[in-house]
Nanobody
Framework: VQLQASGGGLVQAGGSLRLSCAASGRTFSRYDMGWFRQAPGKEREFVAAIGRSGGTAYYADSVKGRFTISRDNAKNTGYLQMNSLKPEDTALYYC??????????????????WGQGTQVTVSS
């Protein structure tokens, strides 16, 4: 499956953005989906994940209560709604998909397919 992330941009602290992840090539509903991010000089870190049916979601503590992951399998698209953004949320955000992911683990090695990343910059 091919993934295309979009929706990043520059926003002031406290603002909101919605990232999208468009999937093509294979049946999107067969894959669990996750979002990861990587800031300059730091390792890629888990942000959120959602099960293939959309019924189960899991979040990193750093974003819990501010970010919401969702998906629309009919549109082959996943989303990450980001509210109350902070400067420390600045990073390149990636979406990923895998057929057998334990979503609460947040391990990037469990994801087989990755999008190209979309930049999110939060100014203070």
């Amino acid at each position: 499956v091919q993934l295309q992330a979009s929706g990043g941009g520059l926003v002031q602290a406290g603002g909101s953005l919605r990232l999208s992840c468009a999937a093509s090539g294979r049946t999107f509903s067969r894959y669990d989906m996750g979002w990861f991010r990587q800031a300059p000089g730091k390792e890629r870190e888990f942000v959120a994940a959602i099960g293939r049916s959309g019924g189960t979601a899991y979040y990193a503590d750093s974003v819990k209560g501010r970010f919401t992951i969702s998906r629309d399998n009919a549109k082959n698209t996943g989303y990450l709604q980001m509210n109350s953004l902070k400067p420390e949320d600045t990073a390149l955000y990636y979406c990923a998909a895998g057929p057998r992911v334990t979503i609460w683990r947040g391990k990037n090695s469990e994801y087989d397919y990755w999008g190209q990343g979309t930049q999110v910059t939060v100014s203070s």
